[in-house]
Nanobody
Framework: QVQLVESGGGVVQAGGSLRLSCAAS????????MGWYRQAPGKQRELVAQ???????TYADSVKGRFTISRDNTKNTAYLQMSSLKPEDTAVYYC?????????WGQGTQVTVSS
């Protein structure tokens, strides 16, 4: 069983920055694909960024150049550095771990960007 706990959300003004963290329990972190997703009110959950165990990453077009995903396998933690935040980035952000057919989600952390 893997548990994921997100932290770092909050309220920030447009143009500001936040760093989200996702701490994972369990021994599979280093071999899992880690991803950050978000869900705004009335919208579907969408992939924001993903990082493979070797460090290669992909991003949604809407966040390219502004967000950076990273991971520290020694700390079983994934991060999402968010800069130049916009009001449309407001959402609940979720961490997800994928290992083969197994997928785990965190409980989510709210990010609110005020204009």
């Amino acid at each position: 069983q893997v548990q994921l706990v997100e932290s770092g959300g909050g309220v920030v003004q447009a143009g500001g920055s936040l760093r989200l963290s996702c701490a994972a329990s369990g021994s599979i972190f280093s071999t899992s694909v880690m991803g950050w997703y978000r869900q705004a009110p009335g919208k579907q959950r969408e992939l924001v960024a993903q990082i493979a165990r070797g460090g290669s990453s992909t991003y949604a077009d809407s966040v390219k150049g502004r967000f950076t995903i990273s991971r520290d396998n020694t700390k079983n933690t994934a991060y999402l550095q968010m800069s130049s935040l916009k009001p449309e980035d407001t959402a609940v952000y979720y961490c997800r771990s994928d290992k083969g057919l197994l997928a785990y989600w965190g409980q989510g952390t709210q990010v609110t960007v005020s204009s």
